[in-house]
């Protein structure tokens, strides 16, 4: 069942508060990142956007990014505000002797969604199109209808489209299956329980990085027993970080919400980081006898294991 048939996915968000901005710049800005990150950030071009997370040695997600390269000694990496701070000092106090500088730029750009009509056509997701000083990042998809991130330098103005509410665009986000991580969610993933291989934010032929062992045995010897699914849910709210059970085990969680948001349907559209073998079991939230979920097909194949 669809339940956003009626959302219409078009038009221009006001500026997304929920996101910041951290500017790395200098002469190795690109190594520097590349050797912290989930991504390939040494080959990534102007015309090229990254979706990315940052882990610890465990290989669990600290931070997500979608970084963009906006010269070539600068790259901005967005990410949720609540994770900003904490995120900026833990990759500060790897710079060492790189000629790199990481600061909060958030109050120097304004991001906003666009979707719909308001986007640039025939670009592939993590491409970039560059619009005056604006760079318009492509997403993936919402129910069919095409997604981007606007980011220009602050008191830039707004580009041309319908207003579009920013409830709508949070939903967009859960719709199109690709997570951002956020402060309740800290360190709870390796990056394959969200999907994040299959959408385009890990890549296995670069060198190394914090996590990189672990992301690569689960990818490798096939010991994933996560991954992230999309979901309706019978419920007026539900939060970030809500634990997911079965019916029939009211002590084990089995999985996590990840993203949320309401349907003007009723209830809720979610993504829920899911043990794979409890997906097709009764499920609830917060308790085993809480809201039904109802799970739904994902906008996009999961690869397999390689």
Known sequence: MNHTASVPFDGVTPPLQHLGVIRVKGEDAASFIHGQLTQDFALQKPGEARLAAFLNAKGRMQASFIGVKRAADEILLICSRDLLAQTLRRLSMFVLRAKAKLADATAEFVIRGLAGSAVPTGAAPWSVTADAEASIVQLYPADGQPRALWI????????????????????????????????????????????YESVGGVNFKKGCYPGQEIVARSQF????KRRTYLAHVDADSLAAGTDVFRADDAE?????????????????????????????????????????????????TLLEDI
């Open 152 to 195: 220009a330098p602050a008191e830039t103005p707004s580009p041309q489209g319908a207003p579009l509410a920013e409830a709508a665009w949070q939903l967009s986000e859960v719709r199109s299956g690709v997570a951002t991580l956020t402060q309740p969610l800290f360190e709870a993933f390796v990056p394959q329980m969200v999907n």
């Open 221 to 224: 010897r096939g010991t994933l």
């Open 252 to 300: 084990q969680p089995a999985g996590t919400v990840v993203q949320a948001a309401p349907s003007p349907a009723g209830g809720v559209e979610a993504l829920v980081s899911l043990q794979i073998a409890s997906a097709d079991e009764a499920l609830h939230a917060g308790s085993a006898t809480g809201p039904r979920l109802h799970l739904q097909a994902l906008p996009y």
